[in-house]
């Protein structure tokens, strides 16, 4: 009995195991592979970026666990009744702190070592890095955001105040510095009270003038991440004194400011409370009331939103990269699982079921990192002028999809991934349901879906009133141009070239239906679009991706770029010009059945 007890307490669960980032995340060492002309210089970019993906499962992610297990806290008041709102923070989040510095995670993205594709090949280390990053990568999305948004600053000032150039200028060099003693992360504090996307409608602080370009802001914001950060950027309406009461009557205005002063107190700053998270608590989130905070002025007056709007395609990236990056790590962890756990006497990766849902899994990942790849392909030529008036257009209508899709995809496959580990996944000290929670935030913060898909259509709204559809004729050339080359006379693979007809039919007919479809949006003539404009985001994606992965096909001709293509088209929505959902369905089932919380 007692050799019995003794094997039953021997017996463990087969440990989690993540693979190396970069080499499971094949499809973006073959994208870059296509990019990249000069074999050597992808053979050492593909060493060294090998080596960071094991730093980061062998050391980053140490510390991201304990980042968890030792969230920032508050301390209000000090033994003798003082308020000093101190941020207490982890040292696990220190380190977070020290390494994105010495590896360059920001700073990566402004050197000149690989000239066009600095911003590219910065994004692909990202996504490697977000998994393990303790959440650090959200303040890093700020501070990448804010240093792009002063570079662009610096080379065209809006002011010709010295002290607030040197201000902008040592911010730059500091969000961008290697040197873990000089690195500074920006906030983006911009979430009142009143809401969140809405900032011309919601924001209530003022800027009152100071003389100069100095201003001090009054107000509280409501959702600051990265509390802890040496600067931010902040939105506020520039208001007279004597017409406070109107506040809302003035637009918004962009400003930079230090959270500390010289003296490292706070710069008129009262930290009210932290937040309470479903997820991120690894993340210093803090309700802030501005008792007059000293700040410069960075954007024409009443034009803040135009100047902030510059780092939201950064963060929107960087979001993305979080999803790609945490599918692409729990699907890993799926997969080692599954080659050591049996049920019924097999190992799970011999049980068809299981077979099929991780093939559906390794097939998202592919997507959605093609997906990425092509946008941060982009956003890497347009940072060194190298892209085209079409590059850009392209950049600006796929940013707001890629964000929305991945984030929702992602939050899909968190839940099926701790699903197939079983009762293991579900443990909190498998640090697996962290990645659930925090994934939740993808899909609310920088833009909710439905925030995302306005803001698509924005995107595609041109300015010559003469041809309203310009923007989306870019989008149909792009997209058109991808499925007409494979079945031209060139493609590497004129053997398989017409058992794509049929997958690339039903691409055609999803996106020229979707295309139509937004024309008549644009031009006014579609009543309630708004109800329709989110399921026409989901199926533009759906053949965006088939594109890129038809596109694969005749750069590579690989067996798995075929069946990835086939299988991908074959699980696409279907375009139908039938609304599910219309204003009378709202109207009777939810309208009329609408009980109120209090009568």
């Known amino acids: 009995m007692q050799n019995h007890l003794e094997l039953v307490q021997s017996m463990t669960q087969p440990k989690l195991e993540a693979s190396n980032p970069w080499l499971v995340g094949g ?45 920032p806290k508050l301390i209000k008041q000090d033994v003798y009744g003082n308020v000093i709102d101190k941020l207490v923070l982890g ?35 990202l996504q490697m890095y977000q998994p393990v990053s303790g959440l650090f990568g959200c303040p890093l999305a700020m501070t990448d955001g804010a240093a792009y948004l002063l570079k662009q600053w610096l080379s065209n000032p809006t002011t010709q105040c010295q002290e607030t150039i040197k201000l902008v200028q040592q911010g730059f060099e500091n969000l961008t510095s290697r040197d873990p003693s000089k690195f500074w992360t920006s906030g983006q504090w911009m979430t009142e009270k009143d809401g969140g996307s809405d900032v011309n409608n919601s ?47 003035y637009p918004l205005s962009l400003f930079i400011m230090r959270v500390k002063k010289d003296d490292g107190t706070l710069n008129n700053i009262k930290i009210m409370t932290m937040k309470d998270k479903m997820g991120t608590r690894q993340l210093p989130t803090a309700e802030l009331l501005l008792q007059g905070s000293e700040a410069y002025l960075i954007s024409e007056e009443g034009k ?26 729990l699907y890993s962890i799926v997969v080692n699982y599954s080659l050591k756990r049996k049920a019924f006497g097999k190992e799970l990766i011999e049980k068809p079921a299981h077979q099929t849902m991780l093939t559906k899994f390794n097939l ?121 080359t ?20 039903k691409m055609t007919i999803n996106h020229n239906g979707v295309v139509a479809e937004l024309s008549n949006i644009l031009q006014g003539t ?15 994606c759906e053949s965006f991706v088939g594109g890129q992965l038809l596109e694969l096909i005749s750069k590579n001709g690989r067996e798995e770029d075929i069946l990835s293509f086939e299988l991908w088209v074959e699980q696409m929505q279907s375009y139908t010009t039938t609304w599910s959902i219309t204003p009378k369905a709202f109207e009777v089932l939810v309208k009329e059945n609408v009980i109120k919380a209090k009568l």
């Not at 973006?28 to 296509?34: G, H, P």
Request: aromatic share 12%; hydrophobic share 40%.
């Open 364 to 484: 998202n990942v592919r997507a959605c990192s093609l997906f990425y790849f092509k946008v941060a392909q982009l956003f890497s030529k347009i940072q060194n002028n190298a892209a085209t008036k079409d590059d850009e257009e392209m950049f600006r209508i796929l940013t707001p999809l890629l964000k929305l899709y991945t984030a929702k995809i992602c939050m899909y496959w968190m839940s099926e991934g701790i699903e197939a580990l079983g009762a293991l996944g579900y443990m909190e000290n498998s640090y697996i349901p962290l990645m659930l929670r925090d994934a939740q935030v993808l899909t609310i913060w920088e833009g909710t879906t439905n925030v995302l898909c306005l803001d698509f259509l924005r995107a595609l709204k041109s300015s010559d009133k003469k041809d309203p559809l310009q923007k989306l004729d870019v989008y149909a050339r792009f997209h058109t141009h991808i499925m007409m």
């Open 203 to 249: 924001t209530t602080t003022i800027a009152v003038h100071q003389g100069g370009n100095k201003y001090k802001l009054y107000g509280y914001k409501w959702f600051s991440s990265a509390t802890d950060s040496e600067m931010t950027l902040a939105l506020a309406r520039v208001v007279p004194e004597k017409k406070i009461e109107d506040f809302r009557k």
């Open 526 to 540: 579609v009543k309630y679009s708004e109800m329709r404009i989110r399921d026409l985001c989901f199926i533009l």
């Open 304 to 329: 803040g939103v135009k100047g902030i709007s510059q780092m939201l395609n950064v963060t929107r990236l960087y979001n993305a990269s979080s999803a790609v990056g945490s599918m692409n790590r």
């Open 27 to 71: 499809i973006l060492r073959t994208q870059l592979k296509n990019v990249l002309y000069n074999k050597d210089l992808f053979n050492e970019i593909d060493k060294e970026f090998t080596e960071f993906g094991q730093f980061c499962n062998d050391v980053l992610y140490q510390h991201s666990v304990d980042a968890e297990l030792n969230p």
């Open 486 to 505: 494979q079945l031209s006379a060139d493609t590497q693979l004129p053997e398989t070239r017409r058992s794509f007809i049929p997958y690339i039919a």
């Open 91 to 125: 040292e696990g989040w220190r380190k977070e702190k020290e390494y994105a510095a010495k590896c360059g995670i920001v700073a990566m993205a402004y050197e000149s070592k690989h000239g066009i594709w600095n911003r590219l090949l910065q994004l692909l280390r």
